[in-house]
């Protein structure tokens, strides 16, 4: 038996920094800051096997979420898994956008399509208890994934719909729609590096630029949304000029990009006029 400070030491060669803690914690299904009380401690049989199986499938190139089941996002740690995108950091701006412009008193009819694991979903009813949410995947797998982290937050204002982006919302109508679709160019060599290699390539890539579901998203837009109804979409670095375009051409004003914490283009958006606009 090895201790877990020693065992730990031995394991972060060659791994991304944290990547050996977050996967002996879930071993023992302990908190990260229990390893570091406990380094002087003995690591079972046990769990040395099962921590030497997922960094050997760590070294690999399996995604850490992946082999944890795990991601944060916004308040929560969201069950993943092979069928979904694994939720990223800057897809939590497209929260705080779409959280900007749905007022908290009032009820509001709120869509996500293509929603993975229901990170935006999940994280929009949260903070509306108020909103209706509505959210969609052509994947019967992400959804059964989005359905349990809708029942372990114990959330009654979102449902889900299989099919693919507003094909299961018939004529219905949103005073928001949001959605974190696929973006990279089917040719892009990023879809053959690191965890991109392991997620669903459906949920990643999306025709020859790219932009084949944003296309389809935005030409639908306008007959799903309220006046003055909002659409905020997330896309590449390089598509910002490209989406705008798209929105403006759908008729939708107020039209703008909104770079992440990285001051990349990350999110655009537009709302379809009122009448009077
Ligand atoms: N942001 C992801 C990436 O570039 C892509 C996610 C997506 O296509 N929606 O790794």
Known sequence: ???????????????????????????????RSWLYAHG????????????????ARRR???PVAYLTGRRGFWRFDLQVGPATLIPRPETELLVELALARLPADQPQQVADLGTGSGAIALALAHE???????????????????????????????????GDWFAPL?????????????????????????DLRYEPRGALASGIDGLDAIRRIVADAPRHLV?????LLEHGRDQGDAVRGLLAA???????????????????LGRRPFAGD
């Not at 006046?227 to 659409?231: E, I, M, N, R, S």
């Open 60 to 62: 690999a190139g399996e």
């Open 250 to 268: 759908a008729g939708l004003v107020e039209v703008e990009t909104v770079r992440d914490l990285e001051q990349r283009d990350r999110i655009s």
């Open 1 to 31: 038996m090895a201790r877990i400070d020693a065992v730990l030491r031995d394991a972060r060669a060659g791994l991304e920094p944290g990547d050996a803690e977050v996967l002996l914690a879930h071993v023992l299904d302990r908190p």
């Open 128 to 162: 509306r208890p108020r909103a209706d949410v509505l959210a969609t995947d052509a994947s019967a797998d992400a959804l059964g994934v989005a359905a349990a982290n809708a029942r372990a937050l114990a959330l009654a204002n979102v449902r889900f719909l299989r």
């Open 40 to 55: 002087d401690d003995d690591l079972d049989a046990d769990a040395t096997v099962r921590f030497a199986d997922l960094l």
């Open 170 to 194: 018939a004529s219905e109508t949103f005073d928001l729609i949001a959605s974190n679709p696929p973006y990279i160019a089917d040719g892009d060599a990023h879809l053959g590096e690191g």
């Open 227 to 231: 006046p003055g109804g909002w659409l």
